[in-house]
């Protein structure tokens, strides 16, 4: 049952965060890692454990100014096998634990615990109890935070880490919130941080003080409105369970140094092959197919195009994918590429799809079944394209926050 965050009489939402993911997970399985600080990824920095933060380094951070920071900093390979094993261990006991669980990535989600308390116990002791078993079972630190609405519940996480447990009481929001500095608000990133700075706004108190107007007028109506709304603890959404994504992406780190068009391009027909793979195994079709570009001087650009009709076929969404490479290669030559990811968006059900006329009689579809049986049998690389064969496609990275 769901219940509104002002009808919540007790910090019943909690926002369960795993400390430095893949970093853990290697210190987890190698104890020589333990207490040491270690870099996950070559030329960029995909994940820093606490020891390696302490002494700057940041995600995604390119791997030369990592080291600079940190030269004493062990750098391991990403494993992303033993990453996902420990993802789907850890929401096994979020799941066992409740069932209002919304995953938000594959290392923390929000659970609603309200209906708990007289089976199970406060909404306290739940996460001290889900805290111990993800530490004894997955062997992982993960900290939680406990509030009344998602966005206060997702703070006190941020604010608990690492490895902590971290509850704002009910009637303690504004208390809790408002000595905060606006970083910690969704949505105030660093050139919004400086706008409120120069009009001498440096803590969320400082938002709620100065007014819904004014703050329209400094960062625009839409972003006033919703961060005037943070600053006085006010979030109405629920913990959404059972949602089907309408997104599914991948994308790969290619470090500093200089590629090839032809290798960079390899690495857009290697993702392509492995979303047209989890897309067909959904049971899922796609509309839209989008080109995200990271280049040698951190700038960003992106490319879309829609097609004519949804689709799960991988010759198709190739197909798509390289006309947009071809649209980016002029800025890939000028500004070089550190990062290159694609998203397939748009989704449907495959049972909605509606056969175009004139049917096509070709092999394609049980072309890209035979394959994906072939390499759920033998592994990911026992069958593949021939342009693949040798290359290094560089390394998986997050996606980009708004894949």
């Not at 965050?5 to 333990?34: G, K, M, N, T, W």
């Not at 406990?146 to 608990?160: D, E, I, N």
Request: charge should be neutral; proline fraction near 5%; glycine fraction near 8%.
């Amino acid at each position: 049952m769901r219940i509104d965050s002002a009808a919540r009489h007790d910090a019943s939402i909690l926002h369960a965060d795993l400390d430095s993911f893949y970093a853990s997970v290697e210190q987890r399985d190698d104890p020589a890692l333990r207490g040491r600080p270690v870099l996950v990824g070559g030329g960029v920095v995909l994940a820093a454990s606490y020891e390696a933060k302490a002494h700057g380094v940041r995600t995604p951070m390119p791997g030369r100014e990592a080291r600079a920071l940190c030269p004493g900093a062990v750098e391991v390979r990403p494993r992303f096998d033993a990453y996902m094993e420990a993802s789907r261990a850890v929401f096994e006991i979020f799941r066992d634990t409740t069932p209002l669980v919304e995953g938000i990535s594959v290392d923390e989600a929000f659970l609603d615990v309200a209906g708990l308390r007289r089976l199970v116990g406060s909404p306290v002791s739940i996460a001290e109890t889900l805290r111990a078993r993800i530490r004894t079972e997955v062997g992982l630190p993960i900290t939680v935070g406990l509030a009344r609405t998602k966005f206060l519940a997702k703070v006190a996480s941020a604010v608990g880490k690492p490895d902590g447990l971290l509850e704002v009481a009910a009637g303690t929001e504004l208390a809790f919130l408002h000595p905060l500095p606006v970083r910690r608000l969704w949505g105030v990133g660093p050139v919004t941080e400086a706008k409120l700075a120069d009009a001498g706004i440096a803590t969320v108190g400082d938002m709620a003080a100065i007014g819904e107007k004014s703050l329209c007028r400094i960062v625009g109506p839409g972003a006033g409105r919703h961060l005037f709304a943070l600053s006085l603890a006010q979030d109405p959404r629920h913990v959404e369970t059972g949602r089907r994504r309408s997104s599914i992406g991948s994308q790969r780190a290619l470090g500093r140094r200089i590629r090839a068009e032809a290798d960079i391009e390899a690495t857009v027909i290697a993702i392509v092959e492995r979303l047209g793979k989890r897309l067909r195994a959904a049971d899922r079709v796609s509309r839209t197919v989008v080109l995200r570009l990271r280049f040698h001087d951190f700038s960003r650009a992106t490319r879309s195009r829609t097609l004519a009709e949804p689709t799960d076929r991988t010759e198709v969404l190739m197909s798509c994918a390289r006309a947009l490479f071809d649209e980016a290669r002029p800025l890939i030559r000028e500004r070089g590429c550190t990062l290159i990811g694609l998203s397939l968006t748009n989704l449907g059900d495959d049972d909605a799809l509606q056969l175009a006329l004139p049917f096509e009689d070709d092999h394609q579809p049980q072309l890209d079944a035979a394959m994906d049986q072939l390499c759920n049998r033998f592994g990911r690389d026992s069958v593949t394209r021939a342009v693949l064969v040798g290359r290094d496609h560089g390394e998986d990275a997050p996606m980009l926050p708004d894949s």
